[in-house]
């Protein structure tokens, strides 16, 4: 934990409190007044609000490291205890190899660094948007051990025997799978073809059981979408997963102060690249790159199946940008299109579903 009992800038009217797992008490300058450290359980935490109404009393702002993983039982603890907490970005790291590194060290620069910050990040919520990204992640894993048991299972067919091979070649791949599952062994067959057919067998049946899950996790991810932005299914190109890591890293109304910022963090601002008589912009590989993968699905479909979207990249290429400049700035549109209605938190109206920004 960092504490700052004051503000670093002139944007800040009340004393600043900067928490890690390890405490340290740092003045609007940057300079530590005091230090603590506590266990990460509930006994811990509140030995560090116990720290801080002491040395910062009166209103504070707690900004921490890792709030959605390491950080996120003493997030949601201050939050229940009615205290403001912020996210800090991972602090720098010193430029000289062989620097120090303690976890004190790295929590007084993330006290430094929360200071120097412009713009401070809240933290994610949790309760329905957690709900989302616990599913979102075992549905990923699920589909990701599928693909890997898929390519498992081809290789096993080109290596089985020759009759076994040439029957199931000729089959498509969910075919192979359905045919593989259903295999059974033969007492009069050699060693050999009796135990590929059996790993084949096993390999099909945990191919099976992997997509069964990843369906039902995707049927449990839209149940949520439609209860609390079912509006964004309205959109063409916005599916159940698509949704889920919109609401995801949206999190929740106010995190975001503008419209700008949130195309920031999903990484579809362009960066201005200007120099001289030249004016460009380059691509942002910043920021959450789910939510860009996301925003790039969306525009990927609407620019193949929407007529206005299609009507759109052909006028902008006609006012002499490229293919992929166009796809950029269709791809804004889209960002600003979706987080006007996630604020609004409302259905759209006939001309959000009709036009793609």
């Known amino acids: ?163 076994l091979r040439a029957e199931l070649r000729r089959l498509s791949r969910s075919q192979q799978v359905a045919r593989c599952a259903a295999l059974r062994d033969r007492p009069a067959l050699s060693v050999e073809h009796r135990m590929t057919i059996r790993a084949l067998r096993l390999t099909a049946q945990g191919v099976r059981h992997l997509q069964a899950e990843a369906r039902e996790l995707e049927n449990e991810l839209l149940a949520l979408v439609r209860e609390h932005a079912s509006g964004l299914l309205e959109l063409l190109g916005i599916g159940p997963i698509t949704a889920a890591q919109i609401l995801v890293s949206w999190s929740h109304t106010g995190r975001f102060r503008s419209e700008a910022a949130f195309a920031s963090f999903a990484g579809v601002a362009s960066i201005p690249a200007s120099s001289g008589l030249t004016s460009k912009h380059r691509l942002n590989r910043g920021g959450d790159r789910q939510l860009n993968r996301a925003m790039h699905t969306i525009t990927l479909i609407r620019m193949r199946l929407d007529p206005a979207t299609k009507a759109y990249v052909a006028r902008r290429v006609s006012e002499g940008k490229s293919p992929r400049d166009a796809q950029r700035c269709l791809k804004r549109n889209i960002c600003r299109q979706i987080f006007e209605i996630l604020e609004r938190r409302n259905q759209p109206n006939a001309e959000d579903l009709a036009q793609a920004a």
């Open 1 to 163: 934990m960092s504490v700052s009992n004051g503000a670093s800038r002139a944007r800040w009217h009340h004393p600043q409190v900067i928490c890690s797992t390890e405490g340290n008490a740092v003045n609007p300058i940057g300079a530590v007044l005091e230090t603590t450290d506590a266990p990460a359980h509930a006994r811990g935490y509140q030995r560090l609000l116990d720290f801080a109404h002491s040395h910062v009393p009166g209103r504070r702002c707690w900004a921490l490291e890792g709030t959605g993983s390491y950080g996120a039982g003493l997030a949601a603890f201050l939050e229940d205890a009615g205290e403001r907490v912020v996210e800090v970005c991972r602090p720098k790291r010193p430029p000289v190899r062989g620097g120090h590194k303690t976890d004190m060290l790295d929590a007084i620069r993330a006290a430094r660094e929360a200071l120097a910050t412009e713009h401070v990040i809240q933290p994610r919520k949790r309760g329905e948007r957690e709900a989302m990204r616990v599913l979102l992640t075992t549905r990923q894993g699920a589909v990701h051990a599928s693909t890997a048991a898929i390519n498992q299972l081809k290789a096993l067919i080109i290596s089985a025997p020759d009759d």
